[in-house]
Nanobody, 115 residues
Framework: QVQLVESGGGLVQPGGSLRLSCAASGSIFGIYFMAWYRQVPGQQRGLVASMTRAGMTDYADSVKGRFTISRDNAKSTVYLQMNSLKPEDTAVYYC?????????WGQGTQVTVSS
């Protein structure tokens, strides 16, 4: 069974950068949608960035120009490069991939932006 393993979260100062990784443990042939979401306590999980199989990307207004989603098909890995981080970016970040009969979530990784 395919699993997603996230890494790269941590504590960073405002203005800093982090890169999150989401690696699939098995074949993800047929995946047509990849995305990163984030959630803070007491709030719903919200979409941060997404990418289709064709490479089309979309971003939440709050992260446009600062975050970049990318993928490495050879490594079955999706990335989220986060630059110019702000305290309001603090959240648990989750990756998600969708394919035929498939809707997988990572375990979540904490990102804390604080001085």
């Amino acid at each position: 069974q395919v699993q997603l393993v996230e890494s790269g979260g941590g504590l960073v100062q405002p203005g800093g950068s982090l890169r999150l990784s989401c690696a699939a443990s098995g074949s993800i042939f047929g995946i047509y949608f990849m995305a990163w979401y984030r959630q803070v306590p007491g709030q719903q999980r919200g979409l941060v960035a997404s990418m289709t199989r064709a490479g089309m990307t979309d971003y939440a207004d709050s992260v446009k120009g600062r975050f970049t989603i990318s993928r490495d098909n050879a490594k079955s890995t999706v990335y989220l490069q986060m630059n110019s981080l702000k305290p309001e970016d603090t959240a648990v970040y989750y990756c998600n991939v969708k394919g035929p009969g498939l809707d997988l979530w990572g375990q979540g990784t904490q990102v804390t932006v604080s001085s």
